[in-house]
């Protein structure tokens, strides 16, 4: 497995305060993702990268924004938090030899 | 609208007895398709995947197999066990797409 670590793993923040979280991968991987899950809606994408400062945004982009300074750092910022974004976040990783993504643990965040 | 879907929600099955879970796709320009695996607390892991130029594809109690003219993809586990207790989910690519579009899980429940 990739070696990807999210930071925090658990947060609980108040509605309309900022809210940066980290994915870190060792693997020198290209392509990163970051996606919520929720329940009856599985994986959904937010926001991805296909190399340092390449960015594009998923379906559920709103209110989201990334940057990714270094290959092996890809941060995803919430400017205002709002209670719709509690969720559990997950960051992936992809080689550009083959389709499998490889996943972190996943940051659960509570916005109350 | 939700293109991959996994309209069981949850499958319970006997040790030892055949698995089956199903995904449903509406996108014909699909060209690959792959099976993760999530426990609780935990990111997703990759299974097993499948080109749409494929019909089968195994891995050791791992058999994905893909009906392309009924938009169909199914998972077998044979014998399945204890272990594979876990939320399945099936994602599917886009050609010359960076993402993934994933169904909303299917929960496995192994029975002793």
């Known amino acids: 497995d990739a070696g990807i670590t999210q930071s925090p793993r658990h947060k609980v923040t108040e509605t309309g305060t900022p809210v940066t979280l980290r994915c870190h991968q060792t693997?020198?991987?290209?392509?990163m993702y970051w996606y919520r899950q929720d329940p009856g809606h599985g994986l959904r994408l937010i926001h991805y990268?296909?190399?340092?400062?390449?960015?594009d945004k998923g379906e559920v982009s709103d209110g989201y924004s990334v940057s990714r300074s270094k290959t092996e750092d890809f941060l995803l910022t919430l400017e205002s938090a709002t209670s719709s974004q509690t969720s559990v976040y997950f960051c992936?990783?992809?080689?550009?030899?083959?389709?499998?993504?490889?996943f972190g643990p996943g940051t659960r965040l509570t916005v109350t | 609208d939700q293109q991959v879907k996994q309209n069981s929600p949850s499958l319970s099955v006997q040790e030892g007895r055949i698995s089956i879970l199903n995904c449903d796709y509406t996108n014909s320009m699909f060209d690959y398709f792959l099976w993760y695996k999530k426990y609780p607390a935990e990111g997703p892991t990759f299974l097993i995947s499948i080109s749409s130029i494929k019909d089968k594809n195994e891995d050791g109690r791992f058999t994905v197999f893909l009906n392309k003219s009924a938009k169909h993809l199914s998972l077998h586990i044979v014998p399945s066990q204890p272990g594979d207790s876990a939320v399945y989910f099936c994602?599917?690519?886009?050609?010359?797409?960076?993402?993934?579009?994933w169904g909303a899980g299917t929960k496995l429940i192994i029975k002793p």
């Open positions: 990268s296909y190399g340092v400062k390449d960015t």
């Open positions: 994602a599917a690519r886009l050609d010359s797409n960076y993402q993934l579009i």
């Open positions: 693997e020198n991987h290209r392509y």
């Open positions: 992936a990783t992809r080689t550009g030899a083959t389709y499998e993504q490889y």
